[in-house]
């Protein structure tokens, strides 16, 4: 059981924006400016797409974009693209006792 | 740029040992702090097991802390895991990765290790 909460599912046309929630507590998301999400195409390893809640790495496009509120962060993707069809897992500093935690992943599916 | 590979045995016994050794290459071990294992079971999602700190220091997982050892080798320039009394649930794509402000940001390609006779 994963520590974090996310819609195991998401869609949306190409061109459209969609939107994945991750739900924790004062814990992690909520106590801490460390969320992280990452991308993950079949058989590959994850791929780094937002630090610390809105930060983009070098060679992200900016249709990715992040934010939190309280205990809950998103990920966004604007302008859907073929290649933005994966899944995507949140993951949160924790604190020290057990620092990185995952949430159990959303499939965006590109119509 | 950092680039990590993951080595070892992909099928190991119940009851057995777990050893994966990861390589690194584009740069010193030393020149990060933080280095990681995530295992994810096929189908499944990521859990993070525990990191080594450049000169040593560990932190795990709490719910594998008392079968897991991560070791570091600096003169190879790579850092290993060892996970203990395995069963079939410890069955996973295992990786390993490095992090920087508390963001696990890069990591290797993965390796399959099943827990099977």
């Known amino acids: 059981q994963s520590a974090l909460t996310q819609p195991p599912s998401a869609s949306g046309s190409p061109g459209q924006s969609v939107t994945i929630s991750c739900t924790g507590t004062?814990?992690?998301?909520?106590?801490?400016?460390?969320v992280s999400w990452y991308q993950q195409h079949p058989g590959k390893a994850p791929k780094l797409m937002i630090s610390?809640?809105?930060k983009r790495p070098s060679g992200v496009p900016d249709r990715f974009s992040g934010s939190k509120s309280g205990n809950t962060a998103s990920l966004t993707v604007s302008g859907l693209q073929a290649e933005d069809e994966a899944d995507y897992y949140c993951?949160?500093?924790?604190?020290?006792?057990?620092?990185?935690?995952f949430g159990p992943g959303t499939k965006v599916t590109v119509l | 740029q950092v680039q990590l590979q993951e080595s070892g045995p992909g099928l190991v016994k119940p009851s057995g040992t777990l050893s994966l050794i990861c390589g690194v290459s584009g740069g010193s071990i030393s020149s990060r702090d933080w280095w990681s294992w995530v295992r994810q079971p096929p189908g499944e999602g990521l859990e993070w097991i525990g990191e080594i700190y450049r000169d040593g220091g560990t932190n795990y997982n709490p719910s594998l802390k008392s079968r897991v050892t991560i070791s570091i080798d600096k003169s190879k320039n790579q850092f290993s895991l060892n996970l203990s009394s395995v069963t079939a649930a410890d069955t996973a794509i295992y990786y390993c990765a490095s992090n920087d402000y508390y963001t696990i940001d890069y990591w290797g390609q993965g390796t399959l290790v099943t827990v099977s006779s």
């Open positions: 610390e809640v809105s």
């Open positions: 993951s949160s500093y924790a604190g020290s006792n057990n620092p990185y935690v």
């Open positions: 004062s814990s992690d998301v909520g106590g801490y400016n460390y």
